[in-house]
């Protein structure tokens, strides 16, 4: 495939993914929030710093407030993460690849764009953020059912899927981050009421609650992170993430397994053998936002290298050896 | 009361359909105004959702428009288009001709048909390309030929648009539009299928493939998603399953093309190209583009690529040159032209231009080069400043300007606020040319919504309609036998 349709496809995965988190770290908040009765505008701050975007965010308003936190996080253009900024990007990344989509993804992308542009001026929101939230969540797992079932799991599927996952990792990675920092200096009082709220409401965040209890029970601080880093089985946890995008990258090689062809098969290969043997004792020794703090740099030469490797060849190099093996193909 | 002033494609006077329409106009008899706006609304929202839009330049970057569709279809007879057909098989057969023997031998000019000079003052003429001759001789291999209907219900050809015309997406979204919001009125009404064409397309660019290519690889090069045509661009890569390629994604190697994979570099051999000739190749044409590629011209020219529709055929598309398509194809063919020119007063023959000059006020004055109603003077509609500004014009450049007289358009009943009003149309059947030759059953019909308007483009207040060919009453269709071969 063309490498600049795979850049596209990898894209408008991870843009779509990302309004996704997005919208599920609001809800989440917002839902934390009601009830608690006092002014919680404290609250509202570590959810710019789990988007990343704090810098930004200060520059146009300031302090963190309710409102002023959801703006930017659901509809401010100027934000790039934004869920508009996002699914505006991820309907141009579409656009350009139209040919490669099939005809209901697009269609699924575009009706995305135009719910998330009507509820622009939706003065319900900044009040109720949650059925918003939920029309995203949805659109986005429409969107990804509907790739699922309508294209083939070819190599742009594949691009596709890493994208979402390195995305997904890398939201799960922050969520995880910043709430066990905010929540750790009430892990002495296991059993408190608010505690097991809020550690619940991490896990929704990423909606884990259901498969957690399933696997581990009771709530307590080290299985919630055991159960977002490590586990095998739940979709959004990053080892979970990290297994799944080196499967992709395995499949668009051809590699066999165990073996690498180039730099970030091997860094994905990397990064997954040493979470398979990693234990959440471990992490909590090292530290977890430094650990963290390393799968994010993880991550992030992941990205770069799959960049080096498929998206922009560098064709003067291999102009000469690929033009003689396409001769030979014919 | 629905009254047209000119020829209307549904009424034949206000009381009687015209008989091709007749089985429709019954059925519509039984459908509210207010059912219709329904359906309308409901197309409306289908076009919105699945993003079926056009650019709109002069605007802010990427600023998409959804192109207004009118629920009620403009329907032609069996007869009525096979004369149609067979008129714009024979044209284009005979353009062909005539773009080859431009480029190589030149009879035409030799014997008198055709001035030589004004083939060497087109703008469109690239010398570049003597010598040239592409595969199967094929250089429009997609042409979107204008047609209006004059008060007498006579068809005119008035641009035969060899260089990418665009609208053909339309055309079979259109119908896919029709179907999904009005089944009731398509139920049991035999009109020709359009769909055959995605795959008549593909097969005209493979047939036209480099000799000697076993399973050639076609793509569609696009000038990017801000293009007006995007829409299309990307509608027909996907139709046929090819890819659709930017100019980034292309590099010329020895004369060969390739395009920049996951994989490496991948050989092309035929580029359905919707890149005007000025910008393909920065090496050989304008240097500024970005849109184009490198080299593109040498590996045309060295015969390891083939451009549909090939660089150059623009010639045959300079409205001075139009002016001569009759007695090209009496010349080519031996023939009458089926189709008949719009009469046309060519600029640049002094006898001609005197005529258009003392007659300005009842003529419509076009530039040569240019298309999308771009720089045309209505004389009827225009001031005496533009009527004089235009005569200055002419003055000054001669070779750049064509007359005509004005032509009514035909009209048909198009749902507005009103009501059911006429409203003018023209029509763009689609061709092909490649080993054989293919015409699309009906083509894009374009409406002006503006009451009384006459301008049609999409840009300008147009809209478009579904276009229905009926089948034929014997029972021996014409598609059928245009079924592709093994």
Redesign the interface.
Known sequence: MLSRVAESVFWMSRYVERAENVARFIDVNDNLTLGEGVDLSEQWAPLVYTTGDQELFTKLYGEPQRESVLRFLAFDPRNPNSIFSCIAAARENARSVRESITVPMWEQINKYYLLVQSSLQNARFVAEPSPFCDLVKHASHTLVGTTDATMSHNEAWHFSRIGRLLERADKTSRILDVQYFHLLPNVQDVGSTLDVVRWSALLKSASALTMYRRVHGRITPDRVAEFLLLDRDFPRSMRFCVMRAQDSINEITGSRPGTFSCRSEQQAGRLRSEMDYTAVDDVVQQGMHEYIDGFQDRLNEIGAALQKDFFTLDTDAETQHQTQSQRMLR | MYNSETFDEMFATEETPREPCRAFVERLGGVSIDELRNRQVAAELHL????ITFNVYGHEAGVEKVWPFDVLPRILGYDEWAEVEAGLKQRVTALNLFIDDIYNEQRVIKDGIVPEHLIQTASSYRPELRGFSPTNKAWCHISGVDLVRDRDGKFYVLEDNLRCPSGVSYVLENREIMKRTFSTIFQGMAVTPVDQYPEQLLRTLLDCAPAG??SPLAV?LTP??YNSA??E???L??QMG?????G??L?V??D?V?????R????VDVIYRRIDDDFLDPECFREDSVLGVRGLMRACRAGNVTLANAPGTGVADDKAVYAYVPDIIRYYLSEEPILANVPTFVCSDEKQREHVLANLKDLVVKPTNESGGYGIVLGPRATDQELAACADRIRANPREHIAQPMLDLSTAPTLTADGLEPRHVDLRPFVLAGKEVYVMPGGLTRVALVRGSMIVNSSQGGGSKDTWVLRDPSGTDTWKAMAPSA
Request: glycine share 8%.
């Open positions: 919105n959702n699945m993003g290519v076993d569609v990017g998603v995007y829409f661009h990307t509608f890569a996907q090819v890819e659709l390629v930017q980034v994604d590099t190697v020895d060969y390739y395009m920049r994979t996951t490496g570099l991948q050989r």
